[in-house]
């Protein structure tokens, strides 16, 4: 499934989009649908949204069919972009990065927090190709949590933590995510979320073998590949087993790990 589109051309490309729906999530965390769809997108890849005077960041492709974004509200732009209405317009440049790329047919998912945004999009492709696909999600509470419904629906398998207890098990997802290894025994892994939450899952799977594909996040500016300051500290890289000089936007954000 990785991607063959010369994102370094699409990626100077801003088209202008509106929005068709608003889907909320849950308190801070809106999908926005739009009218249209972006050319040869990937499950894992992303899009700088930009809105005038406000600002441009990254954000993981929900779905294409039509276009989505799930977006968490935790500053200027995402701020604006969670209040924008039906018929209103955002600026995209993309897709851009590299897609997760599926291998074998038992995928595990995992999301932590608004990490989960690009995982609908994986688990429908994987269900298309007649995979079998279980799905952790992890969140503070059960206010947290998204697209527990959807992926549900979708056909996926889940299995979700809460670190309050108030849905799933108790704890981090990582736990989850350790069992779900032993009892499902997935042909690889696919993680979306916090750092930490990658590095533990990272660890485990070099472990046991288990090939995972790891989305990072990172500061980004031009999202192609040129400035620099998408560059994964060198220790990360080192602990990964990833070049020196990693860029989340044009080497990632998966980066492919065993
Ligand atoms: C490839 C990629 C895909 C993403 N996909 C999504 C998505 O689907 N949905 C979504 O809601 N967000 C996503 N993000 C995160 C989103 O781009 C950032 O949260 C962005 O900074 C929001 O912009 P802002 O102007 O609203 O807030 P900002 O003012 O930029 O940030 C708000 C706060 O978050 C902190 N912060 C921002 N980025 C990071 C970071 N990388 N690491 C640690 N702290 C950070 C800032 O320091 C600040 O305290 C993605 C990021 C990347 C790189
Ligand atoms: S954001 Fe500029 S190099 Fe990655």
């Given amino acids: ?30 999908t926005l649908l739009f009218d249209g769809r972006l050319p040869e997108a990937q499950p894992g890849q992303f899009v700088m949204a930009w809105l005038p005077e406000i600002g ?70 994987a269900l298309r190709q007649e995979g079998e696909v279980v799905a952790c999600l992890g969140a503070k509470t059960k206010a947290d949590l998204i697209l527990v419904d959807r992926l549900t629906s979708l056909g996926c398998e889940l299995r979700v933590a809460t670190e309050d207890g108030s849905e799933g098990s108790q704890g981090l997802v990582t736990e989850v995510a350790q069992e779900a290894i032993d009892a499902f025994q997935p042909d690889c892994l696919y993680a979306c979320g916090p750092t930490g939450m990658l590095l533990a899952l990272a660890d485990f799977c070099q472990q046991r073998g288990l090939p995972a594909q790891l989305s990072f996040e990172a500061l980004m500016r031009c999202g192609v590949g040129l400035c620099g300051s998408c560059e994964l500290p060198e220790e990360l890289c080192q602990r990964l087993g990833l070049p020196g000089g990693w860029l989340v936007c044009h080497d990632g954000p998966v980066a492919m790990i065993g």
């Fill in 56 to 125: 441009e960041k990254p954000f993981s492709i929900h779905a294409n069919i039509p276009l989505a974004l799930t977006i968490c509200d935790v500053g200027p732009v995402s701020n604006a972009m969670v209040n924008l209405q039906v018929h209103d317009r955002l600026w995209l440049r993309g897709p851009l990065g590299n897609g997760f790329e599926l291998k074998g047919s038992k995928h595990l998912l995992v999301g932590g927090g608004y990490g989960a945004a690009p995982l609908s999009f994986l688990a429908e492709e």
């Fill in 1 to 30: 499934m990785k991607t063959t589109v010369n994102h370094r051309s699409l990626g100077g490309i801003m088209r202008p989009y509106r929005v068709a729906n608003v889907l909320r999530e849950n308190e801070t965390t809106h």
